[in-house]
């Protein structure tokens, strides 16, 4: 019960604006030491060391640093307004660039944190430049930063097929019209809201110095080097060349490449840039270190016995129970991460899904769309915090737990349309 | 009043090394992992070494990272309330929130730290690998390194927050990360 | 009478099959069996994010106990290596009367008692599967260069005949091969392998050489056991040895039904076989290695003698025994 009274008092604490890490860190050092003593945080360092030798996390700074220098150089800048440019008229293209953008990042990273961040670092600025809604802004950012986790290679679905003892291939596969259909359904929100609120999200105003013809000439030729860069690091992936965390660096790398055929390149661009993915990779990994001496008191004071209790309740008829398995994995996303969930919660609900002739696959995308929500899910979504962390004082965090709502809906709504209509995404439900 | 300004500039002065070295690891790490991809696909040679180097470098940047953004008030906070309230409720949270939370919380991860890194030291700890690494007890020694640097940033978020309390500084705003988007 | 709760971490996840079935039985049978005056908690990597901290936590006394396996020591205490399993060495039968009756527990408890530990054999996997390769291997030349997650000791013995070991994070291990970003992997055996799908996108699955008997290991604090009572630790004692040996039978009937479904659903898969010109090499490598361990270490020379004489006399044995029934099989089938 410690851990659920914990997560209350965290919460409150949260809103008194002392930063999110160390609130955390603080709030778990409370109640560790008031149930288990001082000697609980002897785990700590191990689980520090854990986080220093998950390379995987190493796309964080280094995509980071990729979209800084993209940002500092204004080639970001360049590659989202040509692309909005070649919508022409049409209101929300930045929006739709940036959620392109987003669904190609996917592709090579299943790290919000690296993601979410870079997109925050690319997109949020042109968008608020060019008069962009703040909460759609954020939410567009939020949600196709946080792509990566469904789209293939994904962590999540490795992790998955993990515990479930499932071929990562299958689960890949399976995982590519669920994330096409989920990036479809984004594109088309931004065309209908657009156009029931043109003022969210203005066209790019029409360069009427030159024609048309022309002004796609030149937005497509200013397209092509960032563009070649992001394809670059896709590139890389695809062939083989780099594994997807490698390719973050020649991002990295890459992106100095362009300063310095753009004529933007200096040493002091270099270092500055440095020194903001240094801030900003700090700030999320000083929420990852707090967070995990949340989950580490979480645990060690029995909240996860606990869970496993409740989840032994769940009904054992195949609706009832997709249906409120679905409602525990998501409201448990609200509190716990991804990870927590799958090596928790996922092994005692796989059996129980098995013995009711459930397809495992089936039920592996579903937990995994289900997973990815928890993302962005306020208060304690961990992908709102990151692009909180990156965005102008003007942009409150309401804005952005306000801005996801929609995005947050759709996914809700793919969730329900791969329960109900599995043969839409080429699975069934049963074997 | 002056010892506590000579104290805050001399703990910020801290924290902006820490940033300093975290800002070379950042630049090595980057063309460290290039390296690694470039001798493996043209070379086809990989140094085991070279692959470890790129995780001491990465936990590093973040380790001395922690430090330096406090520093700069780069740890995102929820702001619902915090932005509008006056410099001086700002800085009662800031003062109460680092005493309590940042300082017992380093002081923690610095204490069982150490003798975390130093068993590691008395083994003679090496990378298990082909190749690898030797002496992990210095990667292993950031993190205490890291815990002391954490408390030397809360107690300088409390002295300038003192210092704010007297008028002599004021928030800049809310800037998470600078706001660097 | 008291009763007593420890603790133990174990390296693997939670569920993680035969390796966490076997710390599962093993405090079923030590609850059972002492009529719940003892109890084990177990720990899951999940909880203590630490499966390569197994070994401090213990030592330290953050945890009582520890499952695991003795060779991820081997950067910390060298001689931990040659607890688990050597190239060419013995296989399980071997081995497990080496542990128990050829002197190995003892040699085992000298090299963990400077750390606090009591060490006990915690399972045994069988011969391990020599990794799955995207191309085949025909020659010592097909080797050099060749990029393959093969992590240890194993890993110094390739690298000696010319493969570069490499580095990947589990999780992005399957893409790496897929994309080939390397050549192969070496995981454990059919049962465990199939779960990560590398029967998908390598055809060629090699035979074991370089692990022929994995043996995990039982951690127990030092403190912590001598506080027990002399029933509890018989207890103990009985219940990890009954663990393990359920570990190898468990292990054996696991990979063979992995293995029938491999052979039914997956017809790309070839089984392999290095040739003889490799094998000899990395024969040659594995003898090299083992002389500058002993040559380093005192305690090292000790144990590889005695696993070295021990294996030739109980090799012996085996070739007149079970080689020679296996050899009769192969003629009348
Ligand atoms: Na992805
Ligand atoms: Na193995």
Not at chain 1, 183 to 193: C, D
Not at chain 1, 362 to 371: P, S
Not at chain 2, 11 to 17: C, D, G, I, R, T
Not at chain 3, 251 to 261: D, F, G
């Amino acid at each position: 019960m410690i851990g659920m009274i914990m997560f209350g008092v965290a919460l409150v604490m949260l809103m008194l604006g002392f930063p999110v890490a160390f609130t955390f860190g603080g709030v778990a050092l409370f109640f560790g030491i008031f149930a288990e003593g001082m000697d609980l945080f002897a785990f700590m360092p191990y689980r520090i060391m854990s986080v220093m030798q998950n390379t995987v996390l190493m796309a964080v700074p280094l995509f980071i640093f990729m979209g800084v220098v993209l940002q500092r150089t204004r080639l970001a800048e360049q590659l989202l307004t040509s692309m909005g440019r070649l919508f022409g008229g049409l209101p929300g293209g930045l929006a739709i660039s940036t959620i392109l953008v987003g669904a190609l990042l996917a592709a090579s990273t299943g790290v919000v944190g690296a993601s979410v961040v870079a997109m925050g670092l690319i997109s949020l600025p042109v968008m608020l430049a060019h008069n962009y809604d703040k909460r759609l802004a954020t939410g567009t950012i939020c949600a196709s930063g946080t792509l990566g986790q469904i789209v293939p290679p994904s962590i999540i679905l490795i992790i998955l097929g993990d515990v479930l003892g499932l071929p990562v291939g299958d689960l890949f596969k399976a995982a590519v019209m669920p994330g096409i259909v989920l990036i479809g359904l984004y594109i088309i929100y931004i065309l209908v809201i657009t156009r029931l609120k043109p003022q969210t999200a203005p066209a790019m105003p029409p360069d009427d110095s030159i024609s048309r013809g022309k002004e796609i000439r030149d937005a497509l030729l200013a397209i092509i080097p960032p563009l070649a860069l992001i394809v670059v690091v896709l590139g890389s992936i695809f062939t083989g060349i780099a594994t997807p965390t490698e390719s973050s660096a020649l991002g990295g790398v890459g992106a100095v490449v362009l300063a310095i055929i753009y004529r933007q390149f200096s040493f002091k661009m270099v270092w500055d840039a440095a020194r903001d993915t240094v801030s900003v990779t700090a700030m999320v990994f000083a929420i990852l270190i707090g967070a995990t001496a949340f989950s580490m008191v979480f645990s060690y004071t029995g909240g996860d016995y606990l869970l496993e209790e409740w989840l032994l309740m769940l009904p054992g008829e195949q609706w009832g129970f997709i249906i409120l398995a679905m409602l525990v994995i998501l409201v448990l996303g609200f509190f716990i991460d991804f990870v927590e969930i799958s090596f928790i919660i996922v092994p005692i609900l796989a059996p129980v899904a098995e013995a009711l002739g459930i397809n495992m696959l089936w039920f592996a995308i579903l937990v995994a769309m289900n997973l990815q929500t928890s993302f962005l899910t306020p208060p304690f979504g961990f992908a709102l915090f990151y692009l909180k962390g990156v965005a102008p004082p003007n942009v409150k965090t309401t804005d952005i737990y306000k801005g996801i709502l929609p995005f947050i809906l759709l996914q809700i709504l793919v969730l329900a349309m791969i329960i109900i209509f599995p043969e839409w995404f080429g699975m069934s439900a049963t074997y | 009043m002056r010892w506590i300004i000579k104290l805050d500039e001399g703990l910020a002065w801290v924290s902006k090394v820490c940033g300093w070295v975290a800002c070379i690891a950042m630049i090595l790490m980057a063309a460290n992992v290039f390296y690694d991809v470039l001798t493996r696909y043209v070379f086809n040679d990989v140094s085991i070494a070279m692959q470890e180097m790129e995780w001491h470098l990465y936990s590093v940047v973040f380790l001395l990272g922690i430090p330096y953004a406090l520093r700069t008030d780069s740890h995102v906070r929820v702001d619902v309330f915090y932005t509008n309230w006056s410099q001086k409720r700002k800085a009662w949270v800031n003062l109460i929130g680092a005493l309590i939370f940042v300082v017992p919380f380093a002081y923690l991860i610095g204490f069982y730290g150490y003798s975390f890194a130093q068993d590691a030291y008395q083994m003679g700890e090496g990378s298990g690998d082909p190749g690898g690494l030797p002496h992990r007890w210095i990667i292993k020694a950031v993190i205490p390194f890291s815990a002391v640097f954490m408390a030397t940033a809360g107690l300088n978020m409390a002295t300038y927050a003192l210092r704010v309390m007297a008028g002599d500084k004021e928030y800049e705003g809310e800037h998470s990360a600078g706001g660097l988007a | 009478q008291d009763k007593f709760t420890l603790k133990l971490a174990e390296t693997w996840g939670p569920n993680f099959p035969i390796f966490g079935d076997t710390t599962k039985r093993f405090a079923e049978t030590v609850e059972k069996m002492s009529d719940g005056r003892l109890t084990i908690r177990i720990d899951s990597a999940n909880k203590h994010k630490a499966p390569l901290g197994v070994f401090d936590m213990v030592k330290a006394g953050q945890y009582d106990m520890g499952h695991s396996a003795s060779y991820y020591w081997k950067g910390k205490v060298p001689e931990t290596l040659f607890f688990t399993s050597m190239p060419f060495g013995m296989n399980a039968m071997e081995q497990y009367a080496w542990f128990y009756h050829g002197g190995g527990m003892e040699l085992m408890q000298e090299v963990y008692e400077p750390h606090n530990m009591l060490s006990f054999p915690g399972g045994n996997t069988g011969v391990q599967m020599g990794g799955w390769f995207r191309k085949e291997i025909k020659s010592l030349e097909d080797l050099q260069g060749l990029k393959m997650r093969i992590p240890g000791f194993a890993g110094e013995v390739f690298a000696e005949v010319g493969v570069n070991p490499t580095n990947i994070a589990p999780g992005e291990l399957y893409t790496a091969l897929e994309r080939n970003t390397i050549d192969a992997v070496e995981w454990v055996g059919p049962a465990l392998d199939l779960r990560l799908g590398f029967q998908q996108i390598a055809d060629y699955y090699y035979t074991g050489w370089h692990e022929p008997a994995t043996e995990l290991q039982f951690l127990v604090n030092k403190r912590v056991w001598e506080r027990l009572p002399a029933d509890l630790q018989e207890i103990m004692r009985v219940a990890m040895r009954t663990a393990s040996y359920d570990m190898l039978v468990h292990s054996q009937h696991e990979n063979a039904k992995a293995w029938a479904n491999i052979k039914q659903d997956y017809p790309n898969v070839q089984i392999k076989q290095f040739p003889e010109d490799i094998f000899q090499a990395m024969y040659d490598a594995n003898k090299k290695l083992l002389t500058e361990a002993a040559e380093d270490s005192a305690i090292a020379k000790k144990i590889i003698d005695s696993q070295l004489s021990y294996q030739e006399q109980s090799r012996a044995y085996t070739d007149i025994s079970e080689r020679a029934y296996l050899n009769t099989m192969a003629e009348v089938e």
